[in-house]
């Protein structure tokens, strides 16, 4: 029985069978066929922390494959040669995925253009000669940018930016350096943002600017890949910019106006995290209300005992209502308002109760939950992770007082 009274029009419902057929048939044999690599720290990543060769290329092919498919670039605009689909086609089709694959077969999470991984609204606002460089490569998912904003002094406050560029002939000459850059060591761009007139950017009113940067130009150094949570590589990076030459084609959007470039990714990205949460959630209280029903302790199943049932209860309770809030939050950005107070409570509260949702089935399945034969403990730490990333829980809070402050009550 549905949960949710016509959660999506038709022609969604029908692209996220659509999806789900292909994570099915493409995507998870490939990535079972390669589990001995994909599932195995010591293989999947090099002694830098890089992955293997082999995995990229398997990452390479599911991008290209969902390319080919037509779901790569879905919510890509038509004016880029995307499928021009709105929020709502966004967070249903990122639900589905991380539903389906869960991060048991975490391939599956690059069959959609991640908005700063991939092509996006972002390019929208790149020159016309960079978009005949990059535009085909990256449509096609052969090649991959990332998006270089945080420094080691700069994370939630970004305007405390230190990366410089300034004017040099016609162009600017680029310093400095980047924390946290997803997918960095791999991309083949980067949108570095970078003071661009300090006064400005001292005022707080603009003076930052947007500048894609080819990752293979002479300066850029990936200084060093970060191991998050244990883990012995990984996606994010610290990154060195060495007096990189950078020339106008390269700005992109307008000069010292860089933050209204990172604004086109906001919603996106919130949207992506929680439905992450959704999906995720979903995938692993099914998982714990199957087994509940098994596994027994003194003479009964544990499903049982409501001390065991009552907190997966509560859980499915908190990601319906996160499910719902996201589905509103979606159709409010596609009816064109700026929905900031809803969206960031929408991000805030699923991936706050979606890590809680995860840590709860962890619990639930005993000491098996904190194995990783159940890939539960990764998706409770993708969680975990998505409550500073995109607006930390903090500042989305921030945000939601700000418009209140400004006499934004309704909800
Ligand atoms: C997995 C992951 C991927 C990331 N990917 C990227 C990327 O691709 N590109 C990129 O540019 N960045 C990326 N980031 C960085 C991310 O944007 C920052 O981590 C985030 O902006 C927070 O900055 P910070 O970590 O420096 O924390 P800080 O800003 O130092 O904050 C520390 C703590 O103080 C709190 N805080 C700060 N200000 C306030 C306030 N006014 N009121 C109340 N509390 C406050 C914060 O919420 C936090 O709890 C990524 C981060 C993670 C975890």
Same mark, same amino acid.
């Given at each position: 029985m549905p949960a949710i009274h016509e959660a999506y029009p038709p022609e969604i419902v029908a692209l996220r069978d659509g999806l789900d057929g292909f994570l099915r048939q493409e995507v998870i044999p490939r990535h079972e066929r390669h589990a001995a690599l994909l599932d195995d720290e010591r293989r999947l990543f &090099?002694?830098?922390?890089?992955?293997?060769p082999d995995a990229l290329a398997l990452i390479r092919e599911v991008r290209m494959a969902a390319a080919r498919a037509g779901y790569?670039?879905?919510? !890509?605009?038509a004016s880029l040669?995307?499928?021009?689909?709105g929020h709502l086609a966004w967070f249903g089709g990122w639900e589905r995925v991380f539903h389906r694959?869960?991060?048991?077969?975490? /391939?599956?999470?690059?069959?959609i253009s991640h908005w700063a991984f991939g092509?996006?609204?972002? /390019?929208?606002?790149?020159?016309p000669r960079a978009r005949e460089e990059m535009l085909a490569p990256m449509m096609a998912g052969r090649q991959s940018m990332c998006f270089g904003m945080s420094e080691p002094g700069a994370g939630?406050?970004?305007?405390?930016?230190?990366s410089r560029a300034v004017p040099d002939g016609s162009g600017w000459r680029l310093s400095g350096s980047k924390i946290w850059t997803t997918n960095s060591p791999y991309a083949d761009y980067c949108i570095v943002f970078a003071v661009t007139d300090p006064e400005r950017a001292a005022q707080r009113r603009g003076g930052i600017s947007a500048f894609l940067v080819p &990752?293979?130009?002479?300066?850029? !150094? !990936?200084e060093r890949v970060i191991r998050m949570?244990?883990?012995?590589?990984?996606?994010e990076a610290v990154l060195h910019f060495d007096d990189i030459r950078v020339e106008?084609?390269? /700005? !992109?959007?307008e000069l010292h106006k860089g933050f209204a470039i990172a604004m086109l990714g906001v919603n996106l990205g919130r949207l992506y995290n929680s439905a992450r949460a959704v999906g995720q959630s979903r995938a692993a209280l099914e998982k714990a209300f199957e087994y509940i029903k098994v596994r027994e302790a003194f003479g009964h199943?544990?499903?049982?005992?409501q001390g065991v049932s009552f907190p997966l209860a509560e859980s499915a309770m908190q990601m319906h209502a996160a499910h719902l809030m996201c589905l509103n939050a979606a159709r409010l950005l596609d009816a064109g308002l700026p929905a900031r107070k809803e969206v960031a409570m929408t991000k805030a509260f699923a991936t706050q109760m979606g890590a809680q949702a995860l840590d709860r089935v962890i619990q639930a399945h005993g000491?098996?939950?904190? &194995?990783?034969?159940?890939?539960l403990t990764e998706a409770w730490q993708s969680l975990r992770k998505v409550n500073i990333a995109d607006g930390s829980n903090e500042i989305l809070r921030r945000t939601i007082a700000r418009e209140m402050l400004d006499g934004d009550m309704d909800w």
């Open positions: &090099t002694d830098e922390g890089r992955y293997h790569y670039a879905m919510c !890509v605009p040669g995307g499928g021009g689909l694959c869960s991060e048991q077969y975490w /391939l599956g999470h690059y069959a092509p996006s609204a972002v /390019l929208a606002q790149v020159s939630s406050d970004a305007m405390m930016m230190k &990752t293979a130009s002479p300066g850029f !150094v !990936v949570w244990g883990s012995a590589g990984g996606d106008p084609w390269q /700005l !992109v959007g199943p544990i499903a049982e005992y000491a098996i939950g904190m &194995t990783n034969e159940l890939h």
